[in-house]
């Protein structure tokens, strides 16, 4: 069974630092791991995904994910934080088998402080 | 402009009143799906489609239902059976990037 931890509920950053939410999966076989963003009363929109090949995957608005295999872990990075990035974060996991459905956690809040 | 439509944005929905929720996609995708979100609970998958006139049951089925009849067209009816139905309510299909959501449903029961 697959499955998504997103260990922190909320994470607040001052603007132009660095941030860093957290992902951590379980799934049989091979991952293929997502990142989506929600602003308020909106959909989820797609910031990033690994398949294979790089560990280092580079996505919208200046974000960035680590996969690691040893760690099970698919952090989201990004240098340099902007107010307008404070948000809801999904991570997601496709289910290996079957229907191929993704899995989320329960996400975490972004809040960047000027 | 393709992508997916949800309608209406914000229902309202009395005890014991069935209401239908609309999800609308010209993206030509054969997979859709519709998920709940609640605070702190991330998303909970309702039901899916993989192709026309074919759907499954998802995590927390029950109380809704759906159809299929066109490939663009995944409606979701929320029924007087489920019990708790104030929630935000998502549309998506399958790209290969992952999915493509809807701007949502945010039913309330009144």
């Known amino acids: 069974a697959q499955s998504v931890a997103q260990p922190e509920d909320q994470v607040n950053v001052a603007e132009g630092n660095p941030l860093t939410v957290k992902c951590t999966y379980s799934?049989?076989?091979?991952?293929?791991l997502f990142w989506y963003v929600q602003y308020p009363n909106r959909g989820l929109q797609f910031l990033l995904k690994?398949?294979?090949?790089?560990?280092l995957v580079k996505g919208s608005y200046g974000f960035e994910a680590e996969f690691n295999k040893s760690q099970t872990s698919f952090h989201l990075k990004k240098p340099s934080a902007l107010v307008s990035d404070s948000a809801l974060y999904f991570c997601?996991?496709?289910?290996?088998?079957?229907?191929?459905?993704?899995?989320f956690g329960t996400g975490t809040r972004l809040t960047v402080i000027p | 402009d393709g992508g997916i439509t949800q309608s209406p944005k914000y229902l309202f929905r009395k005890e014991g009143q069935n209401v239908t929720l609309s999800c609308e996609q010209n993206?030509?995708?054969?997979?859709m799906y519709w998920y709940r979100q609640d605070p702190g609970q991330g998303l909970r998958l309702i039901y899916y489609?993989?192709?026309?006139?074919?759907?499954q049951k998802g995590d927390i089925a029950e109380g809704y239902s759906v159809s299929r009849e066109k490939k663009e067209s995944f409606p979701l009816t929320v029924t007087s059976a489920q019990k708790n139905p104030t929630a935000f309510y998502l549309c998506?299909?399958?790209?290969?990037?992952?999915?493509?959501f809807g701007s949502g449903t945010r039913l309330t029961v009144v």
């Open positions: 998506a299909s399958k790209t290969v990037y992952g999915y493509t």
């Open positions: 690994y398949i294979t090949g790089d560990n």
């Open positions: 799934v049989s076989g091979n991952p293929y």
């Open positions: 993206l030509n995708h054969d997979a």
């Open positions: 997601a996991v496709r289910d290996s088998a079957g229907a191929n459905n993704l899995f």
């Open positions: 489609s993989q192709i026309v006139n074919d759907f």
